[in-house]
C-alpha cells in the first residue's frame, strides 16, 4: 500500500511517500512559505504557494515520478489535538474534519493548518481515503489524576482544561521499538522515554501504555525546550500582566523567547554545547538547567512506572547529542544508571544499548520515526475499514 503522509503547518507542508509493505520511503519534502508576503513588500505579493491546495500541486508532481505510474492508495495526517474524543487513528469524514475544527481553541497554531491539508485533500484526490492520527492519542490512558489540574472543576467541565499530552506518536512507536530491542513484550514494558528536540517532553511508560508526560493542556508544560520556557510559576504571569505585559506578549515570549533561547541566546543544541565547551557560562547554565529539569522528570516517572526497565533517548536532541545525554545520566546515579562513553559517542541510526553493563537500568538510544508509524498506521485503518483493498 502506497501511503502519503502529510504534516501541515499553517505556512508549511511536509510530506512523505511510504510503501508500506516495502518498508521504503519513495519521495519526501517540504512546501514552505505557503500564502506569505514578500517581507513587508505592501504589494501582496505571493513568494510560495498560494494556499495548501496549491501546495498540493507542487507536492503532486514531485511525488508523480517517485510513484512510476502506482497510484496513491491512502492519504495519513498528523494532528496534533484530538481532545478527549480520539484515542486511535480514524479514517477522515466530513463529521470527522468538523469535529477537528471543534478543538481549534486547544491548538489554535496547529489544528487549523492540519484541516487546511486534509480539505486541500480531499478538493484534489477526493476518492482517496485519509486517515487522522493525533499526537495526543496515546496519552488517553493517563489515569485522571495524572491528567487533573487542581483548579476548580468548572474549568475541565466548561473549558476542557486538563492534561492532555503531546508527541503521541513518537512515544508509542519508540516504546514498541525499545521494548522489541530488549525482548520485552510490549504489554509489560516499563519505562521513561525522553522526546528532546526543539520542543520536548517525556512519557512514563507502564505496561506499554502512557501513564503521565510531561506536557500538559498545551506543548508548553515540562521541559525547557528549544524556545519554550516549560514549568514555572504560574505566579510569575500573574505578576507580567499587572505590570502591563499583554496576554499576546506572555505567549510569545514563553513560546518563542525562552528555553535555551532565553537562557543561552540560541535555541540549537549543537550551538549551545559548543558554546559552553568554549567557556560560554551562559550556554553552560542553560545545559545544566535544561539537563537538572529533564533528570527531576526522569526520576519522578521512574517512581511512577513502578520502576522503569528502560530510560530512552529519542528525536533530534536525543538521538544526536551524546553530550547532553551524558549530562542528565551523571544527575542519575541514584538510580543506579551508568553510561558507556564509547557507545554513549557512537554515530548511528540503528537503535541500540549506550549504558554500560554495570548500569542499573539500560540505556537505549531508539530514533523515532513518526511518519512510519503514521503510514502503517493509515494503512491499517483503511484495510480494516475497506475489505475489499
Known amino acids: 500500500m502506497l501511503v502519503l503522509v502529510i504534516n501541515s503547518g499553517s505556512s508549511s507542508l511536509k510530506y512523505q511517500v511510504r510503501d508500506v509493505d516495502a518498508g521504503s520511503v519513495l519521495a519526501e519534502g517540504l512546501v514552505e512559505e505557503i500564502g506569505m508576503g514578500n517581507g513587508g513588500g505592501g504589494d501582496g505579493r505571493i513568494v510560495g504557494p498560494r494556499d495548501h491546495a496549491e501546495a498540493l500541486e507542487r507536492v503532486d508532481a514531485k511525488i508523480h515520478a517517485a510513484l512510476g505510474g502506482r497510484a496513491l492508495d491512502a492519504v495519513g495526517h498528523r494532528v496534533v489535538h484530538g481532545g478527549e474524543r480520539f484515542a486511535e487513528p480514524v479514517l477522515v469524514t466530513n463529521e470527522i474534519i468538523r469535529a477537528i ?34 499526537d495526543t492519542a496515546f496519552h488517553r490512558t493517563l489515569p485522571e489524576y495524572a491528567w487533573r489540574y487542581a483548579v476548580p472543576d468548572e474549568l475541565y467541565s466548561n473549558h476542557g482544561i486538563r492534561r492532555y499530552g503531546f508527541h503521541g506518536t513518537s512515544h508509542e512507536y519508540v516504546a514498541h521499538r525499545a521494548a522489541a530491542l530488549l525482548d520485552i513484550p510490549s504489554e509489560e514494558f516499563d519505562a521513561v522515554i525522553a522526546h528532546l528536540g526543539n520542543g520536548a517532553s517525556v512519557a512514563a511508560i507502564r505496561g506499554g501504555q502512557s501513564i503521565d508526560t510531561s506536557m500538559g493542556f498545551t506543548p508548553l508544560e515540562g521541559l525547557v525546550m528549544g524556545t519554550r520556557s516549560g514549568d514555572l510559576d504560574p505566579s510569575i ?41 568554549a567557556g560560554d557560562a551562559k550556554a553552560a547554565m542553560a545545559l545544566a538547567v535544561a539537563s537538572y529539569r529533564l533528570a527531576k522528570y526522569i526520576g519522578g516517572y521512574h517512581v511512577a512506572v513502578g ?55 539500560p540505556v537505549l538510544v531508539v530514533p523515532t520515526d513518526e511518519e512510519r508509524a503514521i503510514a502503517e498506521a493509515t494503512a491499517a485503518v483503511v484495510s480494516s475499514s475497506s475489505p475489499a483493498r
Do not use: Y
Not at 487549523?112 to 480539505?119: H, K, S, Y
Not at 505567549?251 to 543544541?269: E, T, V
Open 101 to 134: 475544527e471543534r478543538l481549534n481553541p486547544l491548538a489554535p497554531l496547529h489544528n487549523p493548518a492540519n484541516v487546511l491539508g486534509i480539505r486541500a485533500i480531499a478538493k484534489k484526490w477526493p476518492d482517496i481515503p485519509q486517515v487522522a492520527m493525533f
Open 237 to 277: 504571569l500573574v505578576f507580567l500582566g499587572r505590570a502591563g505585559w499583554s496576554p499576546e506578549d506572555l505567549d510569545a515570549m514563553l513560546n518563542r523567547q525562552s528555553g535555551l533561547k532565553g537562557l543561552a541566546g540560541n535555541n540549537d543544541m549543537r550551538s549551545v554545547v559548543e558554546a559552553a565547551g
Open 307 to 361: 520502576g522503569a526497565k528502560a530510560l530512552v533517548f529519542t528525536a533530534g536532541i536525543g538521538e544526536n547529542s551524546h553530550q547532553f545525554r551524558a549530562l542528565v545520566a551523571e544527575r542519575l546515579g541514584a538510580l543506579g544508571v551508568q553510561l558507556d562513553a564509547g557507545l554513549n559517542g557512537e554515530r548511528s541510526r540503528e537503535p541500540r544499548v549506550i549504558s554500560s553493563t554495570s548500569s542499573a537500568i
